[in-house]
């Protein structure tokens, strides 16, 4: 069975960084393709980007909102995934899910969420 | 941006009761459309995958329909460790985009 866990979310300022990393066990990290996905507090689930195979060249694509402050990376030896957030405001303030793509589209499975609190 | 909208926003039933609960695209999404159950403190679950497909292991009260802008996912028989959040999202294009849940308590 595929587990996906993720840690390194924390209270941080606005303006500050956080990196949050996602372990997968249980299955050939090397081919999948992983993505962040959010939730604001009160708020539904928003997708935060994604981040292909080697493969697929390891192609990055993000949400409007987190382009050009947050950046996904990924280290195959590890079988971790990262998310680099900076320049982070009240409103990133949510639990970060990490997610493994069952295709193209469809998150499966997903791992519990850290929580990123932005606030002075 | 496909704006997903889901209906209702939650929803007080019975156990033993059938629920279904909706959701629309913005624009024709074709079956590229899957359901989540979300539960506090733990990793959603994907129960749904292209509109209609079950996930293996899934309980067989579950199912969805739909194709092109309306969708709809529904609950047979209610049990009461169904109590969770369900959420929509589209898998057509990106942005991938969810609606904003429906929350689902035992009345």
């Known amino acids: 069975e595929v587990q996906v866990v993720e840690s390194g979310g924390g209270l941080v300022k606005p303006g500050g960084s956080l990196r949050l990393s996602c372990v997968t066990s249980g299955s050939s990290f090397t081919g999948a393709w992983m993505s962040w996905v959010r939730q604001a507090p009160g708020k539904g689930l928003e997708w935060v980007g994604r981040i292909l195979s080697k493969a697929g060249g390891e192609t990055r694509e993000y949400a409007a909102p987190v382009k050009g402050r947050f950046s996904i990376s990924r280290d195959d030896s590890k079988a971790t995934v990262y998310l680099q957030m900076n320049s982070l405001e009240t409103e990133d303030t949510a639990i970060y899910y990490c997610?493994?793509?069952?295709?193209?589209?469809?998150?499966?499975?997903w791992g519990q969420g850290t929580l990123v609190t932005v606030s002075s | 941006d496909i704006q997903m909208t889901q209906s209702p926003s939650s929803l007080s039933a019975s156990v033993g009761d059938r629920v279904t609960i909706t959701c629309q695209a913005s624009q024709d999404i074709r079956n590229n459309l899957n359901w989540y159950q979300e539960k506090p403190g733990k990793a959603p679950k994907l129960l749904i995958y292209?509109?209609?497909n079950l996930k293996t292991g899934v309980p067989s009260r579950f199912s969805g329909g739909g194709s092109g802008t309306d969708f709809s996912f529904t609950i047979s028989s209610l049990q009461p460790e169904d109590i969770a959040t369900y959420s929509c999202?589209?898998?057509?294009?990106?942005?991938?985009?969810f609606g904003q849940g429906t929350k689902l308590e035992i009345k």
């Open positions: 292209d509109a209609s």
């Open positions: 999202q589209q898998s057509d294009n990106l942005p991938f985009t």
């Open positions: 997610a493994t793509h069952r295709t193209a589209g469809t998150f499966d499975p």
